[in-house]
C-alpha cells in the first residue's frame, strides 16, 4: 500500500503535525527526509498511509509548515 | 536529568536514528506541556534558552525598529535595563520607566499610563520585583498595549510557577522566563513564549536543523530563537518542574510561600532593629519574598551570618539596581528571604529566631 510523505520544515513541525494526525484517528511516523529537498534543505517527513486526503488538509488548516508530498 | 543523559542523548532535529527521535519528540512534549501551562497558542510558540536573560534580549532586540520609543517599570532587574540602556547609547531607541506603587496596582497602572508617549513601540516590564515582590498589572497593561497595537513583553521570572499567568488572557506578545526558580527547573534553562508573533531581527544565529539550505535564519518559532544545540537534559527536567507543579498545584505552592513570608514579616517587622521596606498588612498578592535589613550591618554581613547557622539568603543588590535606588538601598543593598513550597514553618520560626537574636551577634542596638 503506497503511503503519503509529508516533507515538513522542522522536527516541532513533525511532531506537531503526527500530533494532529492523531489526534484525528490517523496513524502517522516521522522519519528523516531521505531526500535533500531542493530549496529547503535535509528534514524531516511524517508518514500514513490512511485518510489521505484528510491528513493533508488537517495539517495544512493547522499551519503546519510543508515542504513537500509526495505518494510513495 | 540522569535519565535525559542516558536516553536522550542524541541531538534533537539533527539526525533519524532512534535515539535522536526519541529525544525530538522528548523535546517536543516539554514544549507541548509549557505551552498548555501557559496557554500558549500551539508547542511551537514555545522557545527553549539558556536562561530568561537570554529569552528578554531575543525578545527585546527582536522587537525594535530604529527610533522607538521603549517603556519599561523603575523596579526592573539588568537583563532588561542593560539591553535597553545598550539599545539607548547606541542611538537605537529612547526608553523611559513607569513608577511602581509598593502596594496599589491600581496606582501603577495609572502611572503607566501618564509614561506613554505617542511613539511607544515596546512595553517589557516585571511581572513581580525580584527583591521587593511587587506587582506590576500585566493583565491591565497588556489589554492596553493590544489595544493600542504595542508589543508587550513581560518577565516572569519572579512570577512563573507561582502567580497566575495566561499569555493569550493578559494580551502577552512574548513572555520570557527562567528554568530554575519557580519552575522548579535546572540552572542553565529558560523559556520564551511568544504569542505567534515573530521577531523583527534576531540576535544570534545558527544551525537549527531546519531550512538548512538558507543562509538566512528560519523567522518561525521555536526556531528562530533556538540557533544550536539545546540543553535537552535541562529542558527534560524543566518539563518535571512543570509536572510537579501540576501534581502540587500552582495555588498551593503560591499560598504556602505567601503565609511563610506574612509570618516571617509579621514577626521581623515588629524588630525595631529591623528595617523592611514593603507593607504586607491587607496587601493581596505580591511575590512571596521579603527584603530587610538589619540596621547598621551590611546587608552581606548579615547574610553570612545567616549562612554560618544554616539560612541561605542572597544580599546585595540582586542584580537590580533600579529596584533598590526606587527604595534607596542602593547603598546597603538588602538581605532577600525566598521560601518554598519545601520550607517548613520550622524553618521560618527558626529564620525569625535568627533574626531576633542579630542585635546580639553584631552588637547593635
Redesign the interface.
Known sequence: MSKIQVKV????????GR?ILEDNGIKAV???SSE?????????SIFFNSEKEKGIALLRKAGV?IVGIAEV | MSKALRVYGANPGRAGHKMAMETGKKVYEARENIADFFNAPLPDCVAFTLNCTNALNYAIKGSIKSGIHILTSDVEHNSVIRPLEKLKKDGIITYDTFKTDTADCEKTYKNFIAAVKPDTGVVVCTHASNVFGILNPIEKIGKFCKEKGITFIVDAAQSAGILPIDIKKFNINYLCMPGHKGLFGPMGTGVLISDGTEPLTTVIEGGTGSRSLHLEQPSFMPDVFEAGTQNVPGIAALSEGVNFIRKTGREKIYNTEKEHILHFWSEVSKMPYVQTYTELDGINDFSPILSLNVKGVPSEKTAAYLSDNGVYVRAGLHCAPCAHIKMGTEQTGTVRFSPSIFTTKEDINYAIRLVKNAPDFFKTD
Open positions: 520544515s522542522s522536527i516541532t513541525n513533525a511532531e506537531r500530533k516521522i522519519k528523516r535533500i529537498a531542493a530549496d529547503e534543505g535535509c528534514g524531516y509548515r
